[in-house]
């Protein structure tokens, strides 16, 4: 639906749901059914009497209590495609998204693969957004890590296409999440998807190595939901597409500055100002103490937008909990007039190459056994 678009005005969306009519049914079943008191109830180990008494006559019944938890879903990807992310990971915050409660009775998601593999994507495009690039590198691995294992088994459904289009679009996100947070520890669990991911959109992670925005654009563009926009003339997606632009540059700081940084492990802000005065548009015989402050304050965006959110891996609690951590390979202290830089590089993943070589090199061996002796 496309929020302040009239339908008489257009024939072609007589059809169109206003976003406060969609709201207001998804947040309806969720209160009808009382679908978060049931989910907490059973998180917290409650009989079955008391749930019972807890969720009322409506929600002791099948029917509403499977609204109210698909409404959660629901009302997950309305609030990413309407660009409220916090308010999108609220909403889920009683589901049972890893299965850890020891029921099936609450993740229902998982019954439904298609809604399962869709869960994942939006919650992970929310910490995405949030700059929360660990999160979304240990939600899309998670998932896709799952698609690798059942995708046989979903060949011949008819939501096998739609899985494997979401799918596609979490690799793309997850090769933007390794580009901008690559010092990322939740990278590690998904050293597979994580080699898949490089190798469909090899040209993208390329020119990203490179600092080429324009790469960072395409998979965005590529990988990001169909937004509702009020203004369709404004193209689905302009605004939040610019917003992310301006986050890559800020992660990416001035090219030149973040390249002065890599070549020092101590240097003194007049020289790094002396060489970057050209970089900042500094007028010639301007102040060179105003150089050193524009210097200065380009260094503390960069260091600010190298720290992000991240959740403890098997923490409980809300999804927006979380602790602040560097997502970036570089960092550095100024002392009074001294930069101390430390730059740290992902080494090889020595297990993931020798487990995937192991593999290849078992199934040629079987395939070899299973020819026919010659003669």
Same mark, same amino acid.
């Given at each position: 639906?496309?929020?302040?678009?009239?339908?008489?005005?257009?024939?072609?969306?007589?059809?169109?749901?206003?976003?406060?009519?969609?709201?207001?049914? /998804?947040?309806?079943?969720?209160?009808?059914?009382?679908? %978060?008191? =049931?989910?907490?109830?059973?998180?917290? @180990?409650?009989?079955?009497?008391?749930?019972?008494?807890?969720?009322?006559?409506? @929600?002791? !019944?099948?029917?509403?209590? /499977?609204?109210?938890?698909?409404?959660?879903?629901?009302?997950?990807?309305? #609030?990413?495609?309407?660009?409220?992310?916090?308010? @999108?990971?609220?909403?889920? +915050? #009683?589901?049972?998204?890893?299965?850890?409660?020891?029921?099936?009775?609450?993740?229902?998601?998982?019954?439904?693969?298609?809604?399962?593999?869709?869960?994942?994507? =939006?919650?992970?495009?929310?910490?995405?957004?949030?700059?929360?690039?660990?999160?979304?590198?240990?939600?899309?691995?998670?998932?896709? %890590?799952?698609?690798?294992?059942?995708?046989?088994?979903?060949?011949?459904?008819?939501?096998?296409?739609?899985? %494997?289009?979401?799918?596609?679009?979490?690799?793309?996100?997850?090769?933007?999440?390794?580009?901008?947070a690559p010092q990322s520890r939740a990278l590690d669990a998904g050293d597979g998807a994580l080699q898949v991911a490089?190798?469909?959109?090899?040209?993208?992670? &390329?020119?990203?190595?490179?600092?080429?925005?324009?790469?960072?654009?395409?998979? =965005?563009?590529?990988?990001?939901?169909?937004?509702?926009?009020?203004?369709?003339?404004?193209?689905?997606?302009?605004?939040?597409?610019?917003?992310?632009?301006?986050?890559?540059?800020?992660?990416?700081?001035?090219?030149?500055?973040?390249?002065?940084?890599?070549?020092?492990?101590?240097?003194?802000?007049?020289?790094?100002?002396?060489?970057?005065?050209?970089?900042? @548009?500094?007028?010639?015989?301007?102040?060179?103490?105003?150089?050193?402050? +524009?210097?200065?304050?380009?260094?503390?965006?960069?260091?600010?937008?190298?720290?992000?959110?991240?959740?403890?891996?098997?923490?409980?609690?809300?999804?927006?909990?979380?602790?602040?951590?560097?997502?970036?390979?570089?960092?550095?202290?100024?002392?009074?007039?001294?930069? #101390?830089?430390?730059?740290?590089?992902?080494? !090889?993943?020595? &297990?993931?190459?020798?487990?995937?070589?192991?593999?290849?090199?078992?199934?040629?061996?079987?395939?070899?056994?299973?020819?026919?002796?010659?003669?």
């Amino acid at each position: 639906a496309q929020s302040g678009a009239a339908p008489d005005e257009d024939p072609g969306l007589s059809q169109t749901w206003s976003t406060y009519s969609v709201l207001n049914v /998804l947040y309806s079943f969720v209160q009808k059914s009382r679908i %978060n008191e =049931y989910l907490d109830a059973i998180r917290t @180990g409650k009989t079955a009497e008391e749930i019972e008494e807890i969720i009322g006559p409506y @929600g002791s !019944r099948p029917l509403y209590r /499977l609204l109210g938890y698909f409404s959660l879903i629901g009302l997950l990807r309305v #609030h990413v495609l309407l660009g409220d992310y916090t308010l @999108g990971l609220k909403v889920v +915050e #009683h589901v049972d998204l890893a299965g850890v409660w020891g029921t099936k009775a609450t993740a229902i998601h998982t019954r439904v693969t298609a809604c399962h593999v869709a869960t994942f994507y =939006y919650i992970g495009f929310c910490y995405f957004s949030m700059r929360r690039y660990a999160d979304a590198s240990r939600t899309f691995a998670s998932v896709l %890590n799952f698609i690798g294992r059942m995708r046989q088994y979903h060949t011949r459904s008819y939501q096998y296409d739609q899985i %494997n289009k979401t799918a596609d679009r979490m690799y793309a996100l997850f090769a933007l999440c390794s580009a901008l947070a690559p010092q990322s520890r939740a990278l590690d669990a998904g050293d597979g998807a994580l080699q898949v991911a490089k190798e469909r959109f090899s040209d993208q992670t &390329a020119r990203m190595t490179r600092g080429d925005l324009t790469a960072y654009e395409e998979l =965005y563009s590529y990988a990001c939901p169909k937004f509702v926009v009020p203004v369709p003339e404004a193209g689905p997606g302009a605004d939040h597409l610019a917003l992310f632009r301006e986050d890559v540059r800020s992660q990416m700081g001035a090219g030149s500055l973040r390249g002065f940084l890599k070549m020092y492990k101590t240097v003194d802000i007049r020289k790094m100002a002396a060489f970057l005065e050209s970089e900042f @548009g500094a007028a010639e015989g301007a102040d060179s103490k105003a150089v050193e402050d +524009e210097v200065v304050m380009e260094m503390m965006v960069l260091k600010q937008a190298s720290r992000s959110i991240s959740r403890l891996p098997g923490s409980e609690g809300s999804l927006l909990d979380g602790q602040s951590v560097a997502t970036s390979d570089l960092d550095f202290v100024i002392d009074e007039n001294i930069v #101390h830089v430390a730059e740290s590089t992902v080494g !090889r993943r020595y &297990a993931g190459w020798f487990i995937r070589n192991a593999e290849g090199a078992e199934r040629a061996y079987d395939s070899l056994r299973a020819l026919p002796l010659p003669g």
